[in-house]
Every structure is written in structure tokens, then in C-alpha cells.
């Protein structure tokens, strides 16, 4: 039995998820999908498991790889100042998303 097959959530992140089977969640193949859950929702305890258990580093790893995407601009700006990300690369992610993925026609119809 791999270490990963073995590692499963914690009870107290089950009311997170109760949209999905709980017991096939992994913390490692499901990293994405259960920080973002727990940034948006979760409450203290499920903070400091996650903390506890990706550590700070490899949270902010991941927090820059996907530019704060899926994340509220308030809980954005809080895990970038919890991990030392600056102010103005929040900002720019921020109007990131706001930008046009096309430029405007320069030709009117």
C-alpha cells in the first residue's frame, strides 16, 4: 500500500465536501480542489490542517502557479499576506481577471 492510498481528510473537512465522495478524496491528487474548498469555507481547524499539512511553501507554490484563480479577492489578499506574496502581484492577478480575453474590434459594425 502506497503512502498515498493510505493518506486520507481528516472527519473534521467532511461537512467541505459534501457534494463529492468524501472518502476517495486524496490530499495529494487532489490538492487544487481541496485548498480552494478550505480557503473559501473552511474554518479554523480546516485552516491549520491545511497549513499543517501542505506547509506554507507549498502553498504558496501553488497559490502563484494558479494566479489566485478561483480564489475571492478578500481571501486572496489574506493567504497572500499569511504567505509573504506582495500586495501588487495580487493586484495584478486581480485585474487579470477583469481584462478583455480579446481586444476590442477596432472596426465598429
Do not use: N
Not at 474554518?43 to 490542517?49: I, M, T, V
Not at 507554490?61 to 489566485?68: F, N, Q, S, T
Amino acid at each position: 500500500m502506497t503512502m498515498e492510498t493510505r493518506t486520507r481528510l481528516p472527519e473534521l473537512l467532511r461537512p467541505l465536501f459534501w457534494d463529492v465522495a468524501f472518502q476517495t478524496l486524496s490530499p495529494e491528487r487532489h490538492q487544487g480542489f481541496i485548498c480552494l474548498r478550505i480557503i473559501e469555507h473552511g474554518d479554523l481547524d480546516a485552516l491549520r490542517w491545511m497549513v499543517g499539512y501542505y506547509g506554507k511553501p507549498r502553498l504558496r507554490e501553488w497559490l502563484i502557479a494558479r494566479r489566485g484563480r478561483g480564489i475571492s479577492p478578500r481571501a486572496l489578499y489574506f493567504w497572500a499576506a499569511v504567505l509573504d506574496i506582495p500586495q501588487r502581484t495580487v493586484k495584478r492577478w486581480l485585474r487579470e481577471r477583469t481584462e478583455p480575453l480579446w481586444p476590442p474590434s477596432s472596426t465598429s459594425r
